[in-house]
T-cell receptor
């Protein structure tokens, strides 16, 4: 089944404790992206990747890191989480980036709480 | 910013009625997409309309695009309780940008 998976689905952690949220897709997609969703702010893009070893900042990259060593995986790293990073996170992928976006496939979401 | 802005923010209708949601944006686009999100879950792609298209249909969905007015509408006909969700428009130019969504409630 074609899908985007994220782990963990729920995470409660403390300020400053490094964490990684994994994202994997099995559709051989070139383009992958991370979003956070907050009430009243909608979905905002954190980082995106157009292909292996190619990543770039989205609208709200501060406090996050990503890597794209393999085509299928795009982990999101929070080196020192803070309470303002409490949010619902989504990973998404699409076939490619053509200078504009195509249909995106979303993961189920990771609800992160930082205390 | 190319942010799509949906209108209304919330819409409540009875089962069987039609639901219309609107999206406005600010700059030129290559395409516009509509997504649905059930509460707390991932977004699901509904339909994509290219900038050179004016109308597109998919099942009970009808999307229009007016690039001169920088606006789009999503019509869901004969709505069902299962259509209850948030609906987002996503504009695509040099960046992908999401609006804040319209919360649709379909009452049985």
């Amino acid at each position: 089944e074609a899908q985007v998976t994220q782990n963990p689905r729920y995470l409660i952690t403390v300020t400053g404790k490094k964490l990684t949220v994994t994202c994997s897709q099995n559709m051989n997609h070139e383009y992958m992206s991370w979003y956070r969703q907050d009430p009243g702010l909608g979905l905002r893009q954190i980082y995106y990747s157009m292909n292996v070893e190619v990543t770039d900042k989205g609208d709200v990259p501060e406090g996050y890191k990503v890597s794209r060593k393999e085509k299928r995986n795009f982990p999101l790293i929070l080196e020192s989480p803070s309470p303002n990073q409490t949010s619902l996170y989504f990973c998404a992928s699409s076939l490619e980036w053509l200078g504009f976006g195509l249909e995106q496939y979303f993961g189920p979401g990771t609800r992160l709480t930082v205390t | 910013s190319q942010q799509g802005e949906e209108d209304p923010q919330a819409l409540s209708i009875q089962e069987g009625e039609n639901a219309t949601m609107n999206c406005s944006y600010k700059t030129s686009i290559n395409n516009l997409q509509w997504y649905r999100q059930n509460s707390g879950r991932g977004l699901v792609h509904l339909i994509l309309i290219r900038s050179n298209e004016r109308e597109k249909h998919s099942g009970r969905l009808r999307v229009t695009l007016d690039t001169s007015k920088k606006s789009s509408s999503l019509l869901i006909t004969a709505s069902r309780a299962a259509d209850t969700a948030s609906y987002f428009c996503v504009t695509s130019g040099s960046r992908l940008t999401f609006g804040e969504g319209t919360q649709l409630t379909v009452n049985p």
